[in-house]
């Protein structure tokens, strides 16, 4: 099938990410020249997941492209939780790390809740934490969970304002949904926008997400989101990454979002999949770790001035 889409303007995540690594990289290097603080990130990685291990390989290559110090900790599948929350704390305490992120899913038989309550709100940079959630609720200070975080940074560097829109979040997932309709509800020039929440449980959600301006879909099952669910002119952000059988690729297999084609062609501005929102949650793990490390190296000063 073949769809028109001469309204509608693709984002490219992909060139965003880059942009956003370069100011990163920029503002790395200037901070080390001012207070000698490097940004230092690790991430927990249990077992060998191939999933896992390259979504880390990717975080490692973008922290080396920065001028970030990274550490991938390797723990074997059978460890225990009392190890992983030992490891936890003596990474937490450690001044050369500003951000820790345990890569999920973990092997069966572990809590990942149990774990990342014990990561320092001030290195919880996956924004994922008890304290993260509520101050984010409250609207203070806190680390946003980076694919939302890289969903606002997306809609804002291409010029589409949330101010008075009518955002309806498809999902709400403590990953996706739940902190973007928090982050969307804040009154901030940033944000500022009226949110509805839609779900599995949601009668008739058509009815929900053909009164959109903004539609941001994150319910990981593909085609969730037909054509006639939306409206013409809004815009669609397409959170969800599914992968599905395709015996034409070499591979068996292609990844496709949750919003059908012709959906897209129906908006004025869409995140494809892959190459949208999934290149920005990175990036946005590394602009939350520099935040941190700044946050200290100021805190820094602040002290030695005294």
């Known amino acids: 099938l073949f769809f028109s889409f001469s309204m509608a303007t693709k984002i490219d995540g992909k060139a965003t990410q880059a942009t956003v690594l370069e100011e990163i990289r920029r503002d790395t290097e200037e901070l080390r020249a001012k207070t000698g603080v490097q940004p230092g990130l690790v991430v927990m990685l249990v077992g060998d997941d191939p999933a896992s291990s390259l979504y880390v390989s990717n975080k490692e290559k973008a922290c080396k492209e920065v001028g970030f110090y990274s550490l991938v900790d390797r723990i074997p599948a059978d460890t225990t939780e009392a190890d992983l929350i030992r490891r936890v704390e003596e990474h937490c305490a450690n001044p050369k790390v500003h951000g820790l992120i345990l890569?999920?899913?973990?092997?069966?038989?572990?809590?990942?809740e149990n774990v990342i309550q014990k990561i320092d709100p001030n290195k919880d940079v996956d924004g994922l934490t008890a304290t993260s959630?509520?101050?984010?609720?409250?609207?203070?200070?806190?680390?946003i969970p980076c694919t939302p975080k890289g969903v606002m940074e997306l809609l804002h560097?291409?010029?589409?304002?949330?101010?008075?829109k009518h955002v309806v979040v498809v999902g709400r997932s403590q990953l996706v949904g739940k902190p973007i309709a928090n982050v969307l509800l804040q009154k901030s020039a940033l944000a500022n926008a009226t949110v509805t929440v839609v779900h599995s449980a949601t009668i008739d959600l058509g009815k929900y997400t053909r009164q959109a301006d903004i539609l941001i879909v994150a319910?990981?099952?593909p085609n969730t989101i037909k054509a006639e669910d939306v409206r013409e002119g809004c815009v669609i952000i397409d959170v969800g990454m599914n992968r599905i059988a395709d015996p034409m690729r070499k591979s068996g297999y292609r990844f496709v979002g949750d919003v059908e084609p012709a959906a897209y062609a129906k908006s004025t501005l869409y995140t494809p999949v892959p190459g949208g929102v999934g290149p920005m949650t990175v990036a946005m793990l590394l602009k939350n770790t520099l935040e941190s490390a700044t946050r200290v190296a100021t805190a820094s000063n602040v002290q030695r001035a005294r």
């Open 103 to 112: 890569q999920l899913p973990l092997p069966n038989g572990l809590a990942a």
């Open 157 to 164: 560097r291409h010029g589409v304002s949330t101010v008075g």
């Open 219 to 221: 319910a990981g099952n």
């Open 133 to 143: 959630i509520g101050n984010l609720v409250l609207g203070s200070p806190c680390f």
